[in-house]
């Protein structure tokens, strides 16, 4: 079975003789209960594995039960700690209040209950764990499948992997096309968005969500101001109602609306949203055109391609401890900005029939970067970029 690298650093990890509460989040299908299952096998104490999701109305009486479960074994073996893993916590109202209550209770009593939280709704994890869990946990984030992933695991070249994105378990249908796009929109997308946003979120036009979510797909890599948005989707309310929903898809993983790069932070906040997927299999499986077709069409392939660095290096930011936006100032425009610590550095995808180097000058006159990458042409070949790691830039 194909080990993510992931799983070695989260051994390392629970071997560790000190208490903390592992908090591991990402989207759907990426494989953290397969990474769990894998972890358990190597864990050398018992442990108690269940999910929240498949529960009804699943409460924090059910969280306490199951921690006193954990408990209980611990004691009913003579272990010296214990493994206590909860999938989908987000799921429960409140959890990060009554996961503090019961880890203080074991600290305080010298229980040795070590604990691992999964959920895929970053966004409520994370509020979770800033309102009530300060100085318990650490997290660790699981992107999409990268390329050198799919590649060892499936043996896909980056064309291949550019189109079919990154879901494992979807890879054994991608000879029958049409069954995999039913997959990836069925099980994936409408999942995701049904029950890690709108089952969990409040979100007053869901139809609106959906069909956000389907233009931001179909116009990955382009920018398009709020007010155009607004022009092309029905009922669609005001730009902070679209900028709420862009932001819930892209903590599900699913559609990104990266930010221009300025030095003024207003500025940057308020700029056009250049829209990214997470993940390319969201864009083909939702277009007519097969993977054989679209690689005879030169601009519409370049468009895929750029998506996939850019997915490339979103899926990487959290990890990587990066920022992710893009550069324009008039005609001039930078495909990526990376923003660490202080260090930028400017991307360029040269792609299908796009003009490249006439944005760059204008981009560092303007704001001199530490650094300047052109990704395809004369720069470093695409599918050689999509083998690397984007912190190693910095």
Request: net charge neutral.
């Amino acid at each position: 079975m194909f080990e993510r690298s992931y799983l070695q650093e989260i051994i390392k990890r629970i071997k560790e003789p000190r208490r903390f509460i592992q908090v591991l989040m990402g989207p759907r299908q990426v494989g953290k209960t397969t990474l769990v299952t894998q972890l358990v096998a190597q864990y050398s104490y018992s442990y108690h594995f269940v999910s929240a999701d498949a529960v009804s109305a699943a409460g924090t009486v059910w969280l306490e039960q199951q921690w006193e479960t954990a408990r209980l074994l611990m004691k009913q073996q003579e272990g010296q700690e214990f493994l206590l893993i909860i999938d989908e916590i987000q799921k429960i109202a409140n959890w990060s209040e009554t996961v503090k209550l019961l880890w203080d209770t074991d600290t305080r009593e010298g229980n040795t209950v070590k604990v691992i939280l999964l959920g895929s709704s970053r966004l409520l994890l994370q509020q979770g764990l800033t309102e009530s869990l300060a100085g318990r946990f650490e997290t660790m984030y699981m992107g999409h499948w990268s390329f050198r992933e799919m590649q060892g695991a499936f043996g896909w070249d980056a064309h291949k992997y550019a189109w079919f994105g990154g879901y494992p378990g979807a890879a054994a249908l991608v000879d029958e096309e049409d069954r995999w796009k039913r997959y990836v929109r069925d099980s994936l997308i409408d999942t995701s968005i049904s029950r890690d946003i709108l089952m969990l979120t409040r979100v007053d036009k869901p139809a609106l969500m959906r069909r956000l979510f389907e233009l931001g797909c179909n116009y990955s890599g382009q920018i398009m101001a709020y007010s155009k948005m607004l022009g092309q989707l029905v009922d669609a309310g005001n730009t902070t109602t679209l900028a709420h929903y862009l932001g819930l898809l892209d903590t599900a993983g699913l559609l990104a609306g990266l930010e221009k790069y300025d030095s003024k932070l207003i500025r940057k906040r308020s700029s056009s949203p250049k829209f990214q997927v997470h993940n390319t299999a969201l864009i083909s499986a939702q277009r007519d055109d097969n993977f054989d077709e679209i690689r005879r069409q030169p601009g519409q392939w370049g468009r895929i391609v750029e998506s996939a660095v850019g997915a490339h290096l979103l899926n990487s930011a959290y990890s990587g401890g990066y920022n992710i936006h893009y550069w324009r100032e008039g005609r001039y425009e930078v495909d990526f900005v990376l923003e660490r610590r202080g260090k930028v550095i400017g991307l360029e995808v040269k792609s299908g029939n796009k003009q490249t180097g006439v944005a760059m000058p204008a981009f560092s006159k303007a704001v001199v970067p530490d650094k300047v990458l052109l990704v395809g042409a004369s720069g470093i070949p695409w599918a050689d970029f999509l083998s690397m790691e984007p912190s190693d830039l910095f």
